[in-house]
């Protein structure tokens, strides 16, 4: 059974500062997915990282997938507080993501002036 | 967004009452999803489709079933509502690379 699981899964943090969300999971997969959930909305894709090595930025996130180690990560520069929101981590069930995804707890971030 | 609209987007309804929920695509995407989520749970697959009449359970499916009649239609049935099954539901379709999700459906069973 693919396990994923992410941490923290709180943070506060203040404007300006840089932290990283870290995502692990169980099961051998090649397709890592972030999304970003502000409150009463869907689900918003950031990044789709398709193997190892991957690394994505947009602005002042950056994601990274590391294949053997199970292991993407999601950092943030300089945080402001537009960044808010609750972000998830999502692996494949198996290549191409046909049997759908299976997601972590999320990550409920404030980012406080 | 893919083109994906739900319907209801809202309802209240009593325990024991069947319940179907619609998630309308333009996309022309094979395949589906139906996802729940809850606090503490992040989202979890109760069902999905890669075809027309084709269909699989997903990680929650207990209590739940899907009909795909055409392409761009997925419908969620709950046969007999639970207390347990107020969540929020959502619908997703894929491409190749991504998959996208549709607005959801807040249902909440009294």
């Known amino acids: 059974e693919l396990k994923v699981e992410q941490n923290p899964l709180f943070l506060s943090m203040q404007e300006g500062k840089n932290y990283t969300i870290y995502c692990n999971y169980s099961?051998?997969?090649?397709?890592l997915y972030w999304y970003r959930q502000d409150p009463g909305k869907s689900l918003e894709s950031l990044f789709v990282l398709l193997s190892n090595g991957a690394v994505k930025q947009e602005g002042r996130l950056m994601a990274s997938l590391d294949t053997k180690a199970r292991l993407s990560t999601l950092h943030i520069t300089a945080a402001v507080h537009d960044l808010s929101a609750t972000y998830f981590c999502a692996v494949d069930h198996s290549g191409g993501g046909a049997d759908g995804l299976t997601f972590g707890k999320g990550t409920h971030l404030i980012i406080q002036p | 967004d893919a083109g994906i609209t739900q319907s209801p987007r809202h309802k209240v309804t009593e325990t024991g009452t069947p319940v179907t929920l619609r998630c309308h695509q333009t996309?022309?995407?094979?395949?589906m999803y139906w996802y729940r989520q809850d606090p503490g749970h992040g989202l979890r697959l109760i069902h999905y489709?890669?075809?027309?009449?084709?269909?699989d359970k997903g990680e929650v499916s207990d209590g739940y079933s899907v009909s795909r009649s055409k392409t761009e239609d997925f419908l969620l049935t709950l046969e007999s509502a639970t207390s347990s099954q107020t969540s929020v539901y959502f619908c997703?379709?894929?491409?190749?690379?991504?998959?996208?999700f549709g607005p959801g459906t807040r249902l909440t069973v009294t």
């Open positions: 099961t051998t997969s090649d397709r």
């Open positions: 996309e022309n995407h094979r395949y």
């Open positions: 997703a379709t894929r491409t190749s690379y991504e998959q996208y």
């Open positions: 489709s890669y075809g027309v009449k084709d269909t």
